[in-house]
Each structure stands twice: as structure tokens, then as C-alpha cells.
């Protein structure tokens, strides 16, 4: 029973449990991986570190030191804590993750980058955490199930804007 992909998110039960462990234990250490995830991020992929005007400027010590960079480290947590935490209202996942899409939207960020971070973000949690491949591969599709919907979200915001130009 717990096999069996639900619809909506394609994520079977056993998926969604190995996340919700994985997050809960990602989450008590947040405040030192939260921005090391982000640092990761701006080394790995340095184009999207152009997109935070707010730590232009920052050497990599400073960066690491930021206050910026906490908050928003805490507000990418919260996101993905309201996404786990509705795996199975997929109607108010779907609203949430519109919310976060029409902001990034805002700021020009493509479905790429969120797929890249995407991609580190579960690389990072198989280094901060021990987990299985079982594990790593629920994150993927779960993540797979987020940038699904976002992507589609931002076709559509891309569409109303050559609607209204």
C-alpha cells in the first residue's frame, strides 16, 4: 500500500515518510547547513549568486558570516518545510509552490536555476546527513514534483506578461 504513487504528486507513501525524516533532521541543524547549502550554491553555480544584489560585494568569509544570507537560508527553509508538510494536500502544495514561483518569477529566475539548486540540494543532504539511496531518490522526486509545478507556473506567468505587453 505504501508502493502505490499517489496522484498528483506521483510520490508513494514510503517516499514521502523518507523525506519528512530526512527534513526533520536537516532541519535541527539548519541554522550551520542552511548556509552551507547556499555557499555550496553560489560555488557551484556562480551565475546564481548575481540574483542576491543584497551580498554583492562579499568576500567568502563575509558570506559565510552574512545575516542576509541566514535569513534567507531560513526562508528557503520554511518553503520547503510548508511543501513536506503538505505532501498530501496537493491543492495547497500547489498554491505554495505558486507563491514561491511568482516570486522568483519576479526576480527573473528560470526553472534551470532552480533545477541546479535542486540537484544540490539533494547532493547536499547525502553529504550532511547519512541516508540511503532510497532516501536520496524520494528527494529527487519529490523535487521533481515541485519544479514540475513551478515550471508550469512560470509558463504561464510568462504567457500573461506577453499577454499584457
Known sequence: MGDIPEPGTCLTERKKTAVRES????????????VEFFFRLFTTFPNIRAYF???????????KASS????????FKHSV????DNL???????????KVTENHFRRNITPKQFEDAFSLFT??????????????????ATLATVL???????KT?????DGHA
Open 123 to 140: 547532493t547536499f543532504v547525502g553529504d550532511v546527513q547519512e541516508v540511503d539511496e532510497f532516501t536520496l531518490n524520494a528527494w529527487r
Open 53 to 63: 544584489k543584497t551580498l554583492d560585494g562579499l568576500d567568502q568569509d563575509a558570506l
Open 23 to 34: 527534513w526533520a533532521k536537516m532541519v535541527s541543524t539548519w541554522k550551520t547547513n542552511g
Open 81 to 84: 518545510s510548508s511543501f513536506i
Open 157 to 161: 506567468l510568462e504567457a500573461q506578461m
Open 68 to 75: 542576509k544570507l541566514r535569513a534567507h537560508a531560513i526562508n
Open 88 to 98: 498530501d494536500d496537493i491543492d495547497c502544495l500547489v498554491i505554495l509552490i505558486h
Open 148 to 154: 514540475s509545478v513551478l515550471t508550469e507556473h512560470m
